[in-house]
């Protein structure tokens, strides 16, 4: 990496606060904390996901609650059938199961609506994205046999050799893990000549199709790997709430993840982290003022949006340089 | 096949398919002069059915309240236009998408605080809340009736507007090069506040017209604008007779799907089948439609000539 700039001072300084933090308001007996660390950690890996292909690739997806949907289902339906009998072919609680339907079925979905979606570009994008998270929305509402709006409750969560996804911290853990291993995967693929053609035809899109990239597979493929990744930050936050309905799909959602790499910074590596984080724990704070703390949250997004450029790591940017 | 009930549902499809109009013509409209995308049209809508109905309550009169409600919500779109979206402008799209989302986070919650959590039920003058006979034995609601009528006829109107007015003029000839209305000397910055507040009158109109069937809530400014920009999709964004079919086609595809899909896939699997399929595939069928139209036509069925 060579020299450290400001910007991975940061980075390196909130990933160990991450690490250290929770774990010991855990022991302090504040399990609060503890829980709300992990939702932030989680988030911060659909952020993340989410960042590369809007930061990276230029790709405004308005959609991405879809995929934590179809991840957090993947665990709650399988262990639906698991309880309540039916549907013997998934009827499992089976962690590798619940872990591998989550990322195939997002990845397909991702498949599908990119191959639509992507050959449209700017504000067609956003909507068609934002259209086809609806339509999963609403799919999940009319499913009566899900409970439809009301949602299902996971009684059991998803089991795995060696770790108890029912202890927070483990829980804890391996969604820090899971963060840090995304982080790195994104780092590495943002670095690589895939990322380096993504992030070109981010930049001019007609000058890479003239090089000779086909920049609709290079987009296509990115898309469906942000969508893997965010659907299994949805697997991870099933088994954390134990509580999951078609409302984590709901559009205000994937505006809310938007928000969160945009207040971080779009095109850093810790941006959408420090995005999720920042967005939780305000959300938490002036809630616990007023129930109507959308109303300054709205302000707040607004003047993000005229005055801040380049989301909060802009601003070390700025100093660093 | 009940060719009565086939009737009213297409009635009522066309009744959906103008309200959607009337929504998606503004945000089609700002989208198309201004290059502007706003979430919060929604909002205006919602916010415009909760004037209408605080009037109506107020002054015990219906037509009144509309005809007063209307241009506040017009005023409405201008405070939002100078203070909010003037400053958004020469951002890109996707600093628009945040900053009309945080636009409605701030309407929706300070109509909470105004009006309450609880929805308002608007009530209706006695020569409207009947029905009426279309022919022997079909009946079909008045007050339907009307919004078919009202949004026809708005739909008239700003064809007329766009097509042979002065300022339909300036709003063409600002939605295929905004440099060369500006440089000819037009006021650009008041063209541009008074088509905002045109789309939100129209938004407000809708909401106003829908409130008393399903009473002024909060969450119905959500609920509208995601099908208002499948409507623009399908239509070409930017497209003023593309809203208008686009709207048509949803409304009538929506309705009918949600009535008789049920019935149709019964000729080809059982009905316990038909019964848990017909609803989870109409709820998904317009964006399902929006998905064959774009993966023929990337731009919708009537892209602008410009752009």
Redesign the interface.
Known sequence: MGKMTVVSWVTLFGMVLLAVLPPLFLMNGQAFYMDLATRLVILGIAAVSLNLI?GFGGM?S?GHAAFIGLGAYAVGIPAHHATWGGFDLIASYNGFLHLGLAISISALFALI?GA?SL??K???F???T???G??AF??F?????YNGDDGLTIDVRSEFPLINLDEPLQLYILSYVSLVGVMLLVRMIVNSRFGMVLQGAKGNNERMLTLGYNTYFYRLTAYVISGAMCGYAGFLLGNFTTFISPDMMH??RS?EL??MV?LGGASTLFGPVLGSSVFILVEEILSSFTI?W??P??????G???FIRGGLMGLFKSKGR | MDYTLLFVQVLNGLQLGLLLFLVASGLTLVFGILDFVNLAHGSIYMIGAFIGASLTLLLGNFLLAVLIAVPLTGVLGYLIERFVARQLYDKDHLDHVLGTFGLILVLDTSAHIIWGPAGITVPLPAWLDGQVALFTGVVFPTFRLLIISVGLAVAAGLFWLVNYTKLGMLIRAGASNRTMVSALGIDIQTLFALVFALGAMLAGLAGMLIAPITTASIGMGGQIIITAFVVIIIGGIGSMKGAFIGAIIIGLIDTLGRSFLDQLFELFMSESAAETAAPAVSAMMIYILMAIILAVKPQGLFPPKVR
């Open positions: 809007l405004v308005f609506t639509i050959r449209t700017g504000v067609y956003i909507m068609i934002m259209a086809f609806q339509m609403f799919l509402q009319s499913l009566d046999v559009w205000t505006g938007m928000f945009i109507f959308h109303l949250f709205g302000l707040m997004l607004i993000l949006v005229l």
